[in-house]
């Protein structure tokens, strides 16, 4: 596709529920990352994956996220047993080369109830 | 701690006057600086970039300067237009971290008054 597409585009569960959020990135990006954005914050990176290499999950803020990509192309993020403070706009990136610009999508507004 | 800060959270300019916001950062090891452009209900769109063996770049109305003694990255937009105004967050990695990660600042909104 023309961008990065993310779905859903907003998202309201129930404390204690789980929920995956999907990211399609522009075809050809080897680099796919993911970001968040709380209330008044700056963007927290949370996992980065590189082609066929391990991913780097250092910035996962529990055991209760996890993510995949499959095919080297769409990714989707999990979150375990959702708790309020997981409320944030979630945000997915695609680049081409490793150092540049990443391409954002227009996010995922995650609310926790 | 705050690795990279954007002091001002807010800044209001008037129309076809310069526009500079600030970003300052604590980690000598950085070596490569973004930054985006955030409108609401969108994601953040690269706007320009700078790397550590060059202290300017400049992009038509839109220039970034660097000065790695004071750790500090600025943005100047002349002349700054209405549609300039939106959220602008710079964004600093370390080839160093492996994953090219971004780590960015809590952003500055920059109203352009016409």
């Known amino acids: 596709g023309a961008g990065v597409s993310q779905s859903p585009s907003n998202k309201v569960t129930e404390k204690g529920k789980d929920v995956e959020l999907r990211c399609d990135p522009i075809s050809g990006h080897t680099a796919l990352y993911w970001y968040r954005q709380s209330l008044g914050q700056g963007l927290e990176f949370l996992i980065y994956f590189q082609g066929n290499s391990a991913p780097d999950k250092s910035g996962l803020p529990s055991d209760r996220f996890s993510a995949e990509r499959t095919g080297g192309s769409v990714s989707t993020l999990t979150i375990q047993r959702t708790q309020q403070e997981d409320s944030a706009v979630y945000l997915c990136?695609?680049?081409?080369?490793?150092?540049?610009?990443?391409?954002f999508g227009s996010g995922t507004r995650l609310t926790v109830v | 701690d705050q690795q990279v800060k954007q002091n001002s959270p807010s800044l209001s300019v008037q129309e076809g006057r310069i526009s500079i916001l600030n970003c300052d950062y604590t980690n000598s090891m950085f070596d490569y600086f973004l930054w985006y452009k955030k409108y609401p209900a969108e994601g953040p769109t690269f706007l320009i970039s700078?790397?550590?063996?060059?202290d300017k770049n400049e992009d038509g109305r839109f220039t970034v300067f660097l000065n790695k003694s004071a750790k500090h990255l600025s943005l100047h937009i002349v002349p700054s237009q209405p549609g300039d105004s939106a959220v602008y967050f710079c964004?600093?990695?370390?080839?160093?971290?492996?994953?090219?990660?971004?780590?960015f600042g809590k952003g500055t909104k920059l109203s352009v008054i016409p």
């Open positions: 700078i790397s550590s063996i060059k």
């Open positions: 964004a600093i990695s370390y080839s160093g971290a492996g994953s090219y990660q971004l780590t």
């Open positions: 990136a695609s680049s081409l080369v490793r150092r540049g610009g990443y391409t």
